[in-house]
């Protein structure tokens, strides 16, 4: 999803931001849900699949736009980069606390 909604720029989304821009959905608290990501990750699936290449183009404008523009951070970063000793900081060292290999091309926003 990251991928497809990824701007001209290139900038990625947290799907905390993809859910409140193009769902009008969010999480409830600070705690991390993975029933909630997903339930919207699909629905956001199932919306990129429907949408033709004119509507993709206005949701990835809509995910910069005023209204929604910076995003909220992301729960990872809400958390301190863990959740019950383990680490969410993927793609920066700065906050990683297991040394495992970053991973590349991630997010840019939310983060």
Known sequence: LADVLKNSKGMKFSLRHEALVLLGEE???NMHDPAWDATVSVKLYQKAA?????????????????????????LARLCG???????????????????RPLLTGGPTTGA
């Open 27 to 29: 999480p409830q608290g």
């Open 50 to 74: 429907q949408a033709s290449p004119k509507e993709l183009e206005k949701m990835r404008e809509k995910l910069t736009s005023k209204k929604f523009w910076p995003p909220k951070p992301s």
């Open 81 to 99: 980069y863990k959740v019950d000793g383990v680490c969410l900081s993927a793609y920066g060292s700065e906050h990683c606390i297991c040394g």
